[in-house]
């Protein structure tokens, strides 16, 4: 290893964990307890993932031993090492810059797939509830629930690209839990909306799209 370290850069993890949850904000717009749940967990994520990032690399540390046995060359403490993808997997990029791998260019594509999701959702969900009406339109008439969907995209975007074990182990419980809102959302919606939900949620899937598109009548 040489000298230098690309972390405890706390302002790092203040600033960019703010620049991240103020642009999920600004698509979200939480207004409910069951939205401040599911805005509070990605932020959960995104700080614990941010802290690692540019402040202390637990990860790293707990496998410093291993890394260093395996990989004796690996300068732990370089930004460069955080992308574990690459150092595992071989994904070095272009110029052996991980910043070009495949993982952390499709990771690109996931967390923008993910807020295009989320803007989009919202807005047809704002809307559709100014009218006491139910969403079926837009990224609704594919999925019933665009809106977690789109917090995982965001979530799976960011283990592409800098894995941590913390993040791996929230990952899937972040998943229960947006699961579990989606089954009580539902309960919701068909006391609200009766026969009129009965009939979308036949005709839409939950979480993943089918690949033909069809149209939702109510």
């Known amino acids: 290893m040489n000298g230098s370290s690309a972390y405890g850069l706390w302002s790092l993890v203040v600033l960019n964990s703010g620049v991240f949850l103020m642009f999920a904000f600004s698509f979200f717009k939480p207004q409910t307890t069951r939205d401040w749940r599911t805005f509070g967990a990605f932020a959960a994520f995104i700080v614990a993932l941010f802290a690692e990032m540019y402040g202390f690399p637990l990860t790293i540390y707990l496998l410093s031993g291993w890394l260093q046995t395996r990989y004796p060359g690996l300068d732990l403490l370089s930004h460069n090492a955080g992308h574990l993808w690459s150092t595992l997997l071989g994904d070095s990029g272009l110029g052996g810059d991980p910043h070009f791998g495949v993982f952390h ?62 993040t791996l182990l929230m990952f899937p419980v972040l998943l229960v839990m947006y699961g579990r809102l989606a089954v009580t959302e539902e309960r919701e919606m068909q006391t609200r909306f009766g026969a009129a939900f009965e009939h979308y949620a036949a005709q839409t899937p939950r979480f993943i799209p089918r690949l033909t598109s069809r149209s939702v009548s109510i």
């Open 105 to 166: 260019l499709l990771s690109f594509a996931f967390i923008g797939s993910g807020f295009w999701l989320l803007s989009n959702a919202w807005n047809v969900l704002y809307h559709a509830q100014r009218r006491q009406a139910l969403a079926t339109q837009g990224p609704y008439a594919r999925i019933r629930h665009p809106q977690y969907v789109a917090f995982v995209l965001v979530l799976l975007g960011f283990l592409l690209q800098w894995p941590t074990l913390l």
